[in-house]
T-cell receptor, first 114, second 114 residues
Framework: EAGVTQSPTHLIKTRGQQATLRCSPI?????VYWYQQALGLGLQFLLW???????NRGNFPPRFSGRQFPNYSSELNVNALELEDSALYLC?????????????FGPGTRLLVL | AQSVAQPEDQVNVAEGNPLTVKCTYS??????LFWYVQYPNRGLQFLLK??????LVKGSYGFEAEFNKSQTSFHLKKPSALVSDSALYFC????????????FGKGTTLSVSS
């Protein structure tokens, strides 16, 4: 069974540009989560999508946005990139089982903002 | 507010010795607790979780964790460490106020020497 996949693996942008990151969940999973792993800041929750809807977002500005497609894949958009957006962006997927579900992570997209 | 603490940035053990990676948590209700491992330049791999029931949870690669409600701890353990266990370990708790997003500790680097 294929795991969570993310593309691209690496992305280099300059300040002010927009970045688009993509995630394909495990087959059968309806929920997708996005996390940011920045140096010195640990893993922080960004966004949660389930059944095509944004269910919750973490403490990030509105320039971080995304969507979930009918096939449950998802994309994360980061507008007006800032240097501090440089980080590893991890996507996870799961079924929703009342909070008991396990989130399975993809390999991540490493974003570098110059 | 829910939180997770991993009090040790780094744990060093010799191969063949038992290892413990510590985690304490703070949640308002019943916690759902998770351990993940991250190898260099990789995503997170799920090791084990505690939802309810037996306080000793067994997981992947010979790891286990003990849930202690009175001490609000969920320490990760392995009877005999391998050099290949060297990685970054994250403890996480489910935050019911953020849907099913996970709150992660800062991570503990485990170094196993031969």
């Amino acid at each position: 069974e294929a795991g969570v996949t993310q593309s691209p693996t690496h992305l280099i942008k300059t300040r002010g540009q927009q970045a688009t990151l993509r995630c394909s969940p495990i087959s059968g999973h309806t929920s997708v989560y996005w996390y940011q792993q920045a140096l010195g800041l640990g893993l922080q929750f960004l966004l949660w999508y389930d059944e095509g809807e944004e269910r919750n977002r973490g403490n990030f500005p509105p320039r971080f946005s995304g969507r979930q497609f009918p096939n449950y894949s998802s994309e994360l958009n980061v507008n007006a990139l800032e240097l501090e957006d440089s980080a590893l962006y991890l996507c996870a997927s799961s079924l929703v089982l009342g909070g008991q579900e396990t989130q399975y992570f993809g390999p991540g997209t490493r974003l570098l903002v110059l | 507010a829910q939180s997770v603490a991993q009090p040790e940035d780094q744990v060093n053990v010799a191969e063949g010795n038992p290892l413990t990676v510590k985690c304490t948590y703070s949640v308002s209700g019943n916690p759902y607790l998770f351990w993940y491992v991250q190898y260099p330049n990789r995503g997170l791999q799920f090791l084990l979780k505690y939802i309810t029931g037996d306080n000793l949870v067994k997981g992947s690669y010979g790891f286990e964790a003990e849930f202690n409600k009175s001490q609000t701890s969920f320490h990760l353990k392995k009877p005999s460490a391998l050099v290949s266990d060297s990685a970054l370990y994250f403890c996480a708790v489910r935050d019911p106020q953020a849907g099913t997003a996970l709150i992660f500790g800062k991570g503990t680097t485990l170094s196993v020497s031969s």
